[in-house]
């Protein structure tokens, strides 16, 4: 397991936008699958992008296409989650994780945190 270190967070107001990101110090993320998660209290915590950085295939679910964009910078080292048109409802704490090595982004990676072994210790973002 690798410890991740989100940054980014804040507060906003609706139809802004903020950009976390994420990194691991001294550690290349090639061909993982790595996914941003929310979680609300007393929720579970919901994937809300992913992206397998082997191939740069990205993963969004419904209620943010269009308006958040995952990324990775050209070093590998570094996952990216653009906010655009922020809304209230994307308020939360934003996790970043990764999969095990090789693992692919298959399968229900949204709703199933388990499967992601490395995290971080998560930003909060509110919109109001």
């Known amino acids: 397991h690798v410890q991740l270190v989100e940054s980014g967070g804040g507060s906003v107001q609706p139809g802004g936008s903020l950009r976390l990101s994420c990194a691991a110090p001294g550690y290349k993320w090639s061909r993982h699958c790595m996914g941003w998660f929310r979680q609300d209290p007393g929720k579970e915590r919901e994937g809300v992008a992913a992206?397998?950085?082997?191939?740069?295939?990205?993963y969004y679910v419904d209620s943010v296409k269009g308006r958040f964009t995952i990324s990775q910078d050209n070093s590998e080292t570094t996952l990216y989650l653009q906010m655009n048109n922020l809304k209230p409802e994307d308020t939360g704490i934003y996790y970043c994780?990764?999969?095990?090595?090789?693992?692919?982004?298959?399968?229900?990676?949204?709703?199933?945190?388990?499967?992601?072994?490395?995290w971080g210790h998560g930003t909060q973002v509110t919109v109001s």
């Open positions: 994780a990764a999969r095990p090595f090789f693992l692919s982004c298959a399968g229900d990676w949204s709703s199933t945190p388990e499967t992601f072994t490395s």
């Open positions: 992206m397998y950085t082997g191939s740069g295939t990205t």
